[in-house]
């Protein structure tokens, strides 16, 4: 169920690069159940599993259970607010790489 309020914030919910691993290996395929995601970390079960609450509370992760087992869906929606964000802010990067480039152009042609 994916919910309409997030309990936790997209920004620091990715701010952790293990929580970031989780993301880019559930983006990989449809559904990945907890023994798969937890070999991919040396770290146990439970620390795994706290991570993935932590991605569950900003909606970025979904869950379901398949008998004992629980299987994790990458949710990207959520990713849509961080995208925006450095979108915004893209701009001043690329008038900044511009006059950087203005630059550098008239330090040339003042030594040549």
Not at 12 to 31: K, N, V, Y
Not at 40 to 67: I, Y
Not at 92 to 100: D, E, F, K, P
Request: aromatic share 8%; no cysteine; proline share 4%.
């Amino acid at each position: 169920m994916i919910e309409n309020h997030p309990s936790r914030d997209v920004f620091d919910a990715i701010a952790d690069p293990t929580r970031r691993q989780l993301i880019h290996l559930l983006s990989q395929a449809d559904e990945k159940p907890l023994h798969e995601l937890t070999s991919q970390f040396s770290m146990g079960r439970t620390a795994v599993s706290k991570h993935l609450t932590v991605l569950k509370e900003a909606g970025l992760v979904l869950d379901r259970k398949v008998g004992r087992e629980t299987r994790f869906k990458l949710n990207p929606a959520p990713l849509r607010e961080v995208q925006d964000w450095v979108a915004y802010y893209s701009k001043y990067w690329t008038t900044n790489m511009l006059r950087l480039g203005q630059l550098l152009e008239e330090e040339k042609q003042e030594k040549h």
